[in-house]
């Protein structure tokens, strides 16, 4: 109970409806209490021949019964509409912070499983709130009232029951603890399926190139197979428990019964207070029975709880400062000073090793290298996805530390390496650079991007549904359109991550033109592998394991016998042996 604790924060701002179905809830239960009265007096009045009280008699249990319908219908919508809202908001509440956690956070979890605690775990929560919660609280008012009710009927049959009560609640409690942690490693197993799947699916074409179908079969499998035993272990403990406490509740009714039988028999009880004490003694036994397997869904929504508890509770690396500083309009300089950076995987390689550098704003800066060197990781680390275990990272002589991340990102346009292309039309992912943006301005700016051509030639234009990840475009494509993003943001900082990777020569022309004009009047930093794409830039930086080696313009640093040079050479000369 105190793992489900934790939802009280989102059940709390609907206390109104949580009060109305309560009130619902007790006067269904109490309705409920009543109905064996009634029946008491029905069978009296047949055993004592009274035509006139008995036709009362039923048509009281007739309205008894409506209300009892109508309650039981305004509880389940009241209860029902309550657990529906407070899950949307739940999983608003987990995508809200997911959503902005650093890529660190993701280094540890995999998306699939995020997903599955989205879905999953809160559909656990879901069925608690919207159901299991208020079928406790009804049987818990049933078995309390019932009590009390069979007290008053006979205080001697009522006295035998209770001798029951401790052999029903201790494998309750015992058998209660297990599920839960059942539960809780069953919800885990399920993570780690959806997991698995997202990452398999997500990747179908390099799955399917490489003929790995099978393996990936057998490996999701596995994964089904251990959720499938973590399942079957928990409902094989629930089956136990509930058999244990049916047993034992109704056993026990049968052997009161026997006793009531008796005393009707000697006269110490008429037939309607029997059948009164029986009436109540079935609804005590069937509400412990019912909380006994209601006990059971508390423990899985506990663990499921306690999942989606770590998500929102999840502390990230990279925070905003609690008093951000209010940035004005940005000239564009950057400037790392003696930054020192480890990405959290890889503890013990320095990615950046006491780099520093400045950028004046309108400048264009090149970074180059080999693979590994450090070019990437200057971005990210601009973007504010990372935060650097030393030195720092300026803009406009601002730490980023000391502002908001949405505030200073505002400022940035990205190409990344790999185009994110959104499962929705070309023109909501190119719009997806500047929301407010015209058609248009859209438009214009896949025109600057080159991308105009192709997507004027789809079946709906530009409105066309590109697909999950845009499968339905070449790579190239999906590039144009992700420059066209930036293009549209029109940020005084352009950060061009391999912009040009994925164009054929003609393309890369017209894109390359496009970029040198975007580039006019901004900071910009370009990440390239291909030199062809930086000869004009106004300064080339060299990185090499972490490190800066080298700066200066294309024809300074061929003249010098470096890493540049040899890899100008490689690059141009290969080139000419191609033609």
Known sequence: MGALAALWPFVQPYRPLMFAALVALTLTACISLVLPLAVRRVVDGFVTDQAALLDEYFGAALGIAALLALGTGLRYYLVTRLGERVVADIRKAVFDKTIGMSPAFFEKIMTGEVLSRITTDTTLILSVIGSS???????????????????????????????????????????????????????????????????????????????????SRVKFGLFTENAYAAAQKRIGTRAVMTVIVIFLVFAGIVGVLWIGARDVQSAAMTPGELVQFLIYAIMVAGGVAALSEIWGELQRAAGATERLVELLTAEDTVTDPDAPLQLNTLRGEVSFDAVTFHYPARPGIAALDGVSLKVAPGETVALVGPSGAGKTTIIQLLLRFYDPDKGRVLIDGHNLTDVARSEFRQSIALVPQDPVIFAASARENIRFGRPDASDEEVEAAAKAAAAYEFLSALPDGFDTYVGERGVMMSGGQKQRIAIARAILRDAPILLLDEATSALDAESEAAVQSAVETLSAGRTTLVVAHRLATVKKADRIIVFDKGQIVAEGTHDALVAQDGLYARLAKLQFTAGLAAE
Do not use: C, W, Y
């Open 133 to 215: 919660a208020s079928i406790a609280l009804r049987n818990i008012l049933i078995f309390l009232g019932g009590l009390v009710l069979m007290l008053l009927t006979s205080a001697k049959l009522t006295g035998l029951v209770l001798l029951i009560v401790p052999a029903v609640i201790v494998p309750i409690i015992l058998l209660g603890r297990k599920l839960r942690v059942l539960s809780r490693e069953n919800q885990d197993q399920i993570a780690a399926s959806s997991g698995n799947a997202s990452e398999a699916l997500l990747s179908v074409q390099t799955v399917q190139a490489f003929t790995h179908e099978t393996p």
